[in-house]
């Protein structure tokens, strides 16, 4: 099987270096710049706990020279998917299978869906350009629960989870879903094939969509988010919103916000990947997380006025900063 990682970042060296220990598949990178060269140089590197571990990159920023792939797993930002999806076409066949390791509401999230309407989501998908590159009936659906970050390019530091989520958008239980999830698996990973992925990816946002913003313009961790009751109940009352959102959409959310809390304490003093970007001074990836919330409350008739500020003070504070695109 040949496979390729697309963004060898946190996420995307997380799974590559995993799959190249593995050595069950075909393995390749494509990568750009400072993340290139240190792929070339040492190869895939990962370090978890003490341990560093290695292996041999094959890696270009040449689409063409990489040849078309039996999976593609996508491990870029939202805000440069449209870009890198006009790059990645060579990589693209008819059977391709595609599988965006990503954080928030993916590209495909709307299809399908009567509820929300079939026409792309403008906030993560505008004018459907991504939509029309890379086609939702080769998507296999994903949630990553790990956390990593990048401590320099090419070298990715783990520091929790081992989960991955796949499945077909359409809830069936596809061969190709299967066969995927036994090759994460020969990498280590505990990945659960599910039939119902837009739950799950509607559920790790839920608490994603409040913390990474509010972390990201107050430079606290997830703990002193917590600690703090004004800005707990203040995150609190967004997830209120989505969680009425995810109903009418068929993802309904049993727990809490204080529940989730609860869950999110056991984590520790932990930063998210937004705070990291922010601390970085990289590009916030806000529209997946918390604008695609917004668009979907407005297409199924729920007011968000606590997600509405939560976007509003982000992304100032993002322009501010030139980490957000300008009006």
């Known amino acids: 099987m040949k496979v390729a990682i697309v963004g060898a970042g946190a996420i995307g060296g997380f799974i590559g270096t995993r799959l190249a220990r593995a050595g069950q598949c075909q393995l390749s990178a494509y990568a750009r710049g400072a993340t290139l060269a240190a792929l070339h140089q040492h190869g895939w590197r990962l370090q978890m706990g003490d341990e560093l571990l290695q292996a041999p990159c094959h890696a270009s920023d040449d689409a063409s020279k990489l040849g078309v792939q039996d999976v593609l797993i996508i491990a870029v930002k939202g805000q440069s998917l449209a870009a890198v999806a006009r790059q990645i076409t060579p990589m693209m066949g008819p059977q391709t299978v595609i599988l965006p390791a990503m954080n928030g509401v993916p590209w495909w999230f709307g299809q399908g869906s009567t509820r929300m309407g079939s026409e792309a989501l403008q906030s993560v998908d505008p004018g459907g350009l991504i939509a029309a590159t890379l086609p939702a009936t080769q998507v296999l659906g994903c949630v990553v629960h790990a956390s990593t970050s990048t401590p320099e390019a090419g070298l990715v530091s783990h520091k929790m989870g081992n ?11 596809s061969p190709r879903a299967e066969a995927l999830g036994q090759l994460l698996r020969t990498a280590g990973f505990e990945v659960k094939v599910t039939a119902n992925i837009r ?30 009751q004004l800005v707990a109940e203040f995150c609190r009352a967004a997830m209120r919103e989505a969680q009425q959102i995810g109903a009418l959409i068929g993802c309904p ?14 984590l520790g003093a932990f930063k998210s990947s937004m705070l990291q970007d922010a601390e970085g001074g990289r590009s916030l990836e806000l529209d997946a997380l918390v604008t695609a919330v917004r668009e979907i409350g407005q297409r199924v ?5 606590f997600i509405d500020a939560v976007l509003g003070l982000t992304r100032l504070f993002g322009r501010v900063h030139g980490l957000y695109p300008q009006a």
């Open 253 to 266: 959310i049993a727990e809490t916000p204080e529940q989730r809390h609860l869950v999110t304490r056991k």
């Open 163 to 173: 989960g991955l989520i796949i499945g077909e958008p359409d809830g069936s239980l």
């Open 301 to 305: 008739g729920v007011a968000t006025p």
């Open 199 to 228: 739950q799950d990816i509607w559920y790790k946002l839920w608490g994603n969509m409040t913390l990474n913003p509010v972390s990201a313009i107050t430079g606290a961790t997830a703990d002193r988010i917590l600690d703090d």
